[in-house]
């Protein structure tokens, strides 16, 4: 079936390194969308990416979606203890728009920060 | 987020028992979704509802069912609970589009089967 295909599953990076989790799509998406889960808490909406090649920006993270709209990634710089967390790429998987706001999730990537 | 509620946000119960998790929101939203959060497999979509009167299956809706009570509100029921069905459980809403697809996520219920 359609699926979201994220990697790597678990990141342990030092303080003040970088870290990239990637975002694999079986189809084109129409856009894609980009969560954070702290530690015990609920998946919080970070950004939504649109057009074919967009980057945004927002502070040390940087979102990226791919040419053909089937992956995308998300770089942090220089990590801090307040980045960690679970991080969720979701894309609407369906036929043109009749899938919009039903998302499929990707796995999840697990970073943890070492001070 | 506080306008989406969960209650309860935690729940150890038995095999067999019956279970309704319940969620209400205050974000004008007719779109509400139920996912299960299980290490690794992430955010899985149990079940949907555009509006009052639209119930869609999810990817995983074997063994549970819902109800959608009014714009504001969407329970999920485990009719007969099993182990393998201890989880954390997440209700969302979202809006319409330009808005879009962004959902935005209640608090979570720890459920735990015994």
């Known amino acids: 079936g359609q699926q979201v295909m994220q990697i790597p599953q678990y990141q342990h990076v030092q303080e003040g390194e970088d870290f990239t989790t990637y975002c694999n799509s079986s189809?084109?998406?129409?856009?894609i969308q980009w969560y954070k889960q702290r530690p015990g808490g609920h998946p919080v909406f970070l950004i939504q990416?649109?057009?074919?090649?967009e980057v945004k920006k927002q502070k040390r993270l940087t979102f990226q979606f791919g040419e053909a709209k089937k992956n995308s990634s998300l770089h942090i710089t220089a990590t801090q203890t307040t980045d960690v967390g679970t991080y969720f790429c979701?894309?609407?998987?369906?036929?043109?728009?009749?899938?919009?706001?039903?998302?499929?999730f990707g796995q999840g990537t697990i970073l943890t920060v070492h001070p | 987020d506080a306008d989406v509620t969960q209650t309860p946000r935690n729940r150890i119960t038995k095999t067999g028992k019956r279970i309704m998790l319940e969620c209400s929101q205050t974000?004008?939203?007719?779109?509400m979704y139920w996912y299960r959060q299980d290490p690794g497999l992430g955010l899985r979509l149990i079940y949907y509802?555009?509006?009052?009167?639209?119930?869609n299956k999810g990817e995983i809706s074997d063994g549970y069912s819902v109800s959608r009570q009014a714009q504001a509100k969407f329970s999920l029921s485990l009719e007969s609970a099993i182990p393998n069905q201890t989880a954390l459980y997440f209700c969302?809403?979202?809006?319409?589009?330009?808005?879009?697809?962004?959902?935005?996520f209640g608090p979570g219920t720890r459920l735990t089967v015994l």
């Open positions: 969302a809403t979202s809006g319409h589009r330009p808005a879009g697809d962004t959902q935005y």
């Open positions: 189809t084109t998406l129409s856009n």
């Open positions: 990416l649109v057009k074919s090649g």
């Open positions: 979701a894309g609407p998987l369906g036929a043109g728009g009749t899938s919009y706001g039903k998302l499929t």
């Open positions: 974000k004008g939203h007719d779109r």
């Open positions: 509802s555009f509006d009052v009167k639209d119930i």
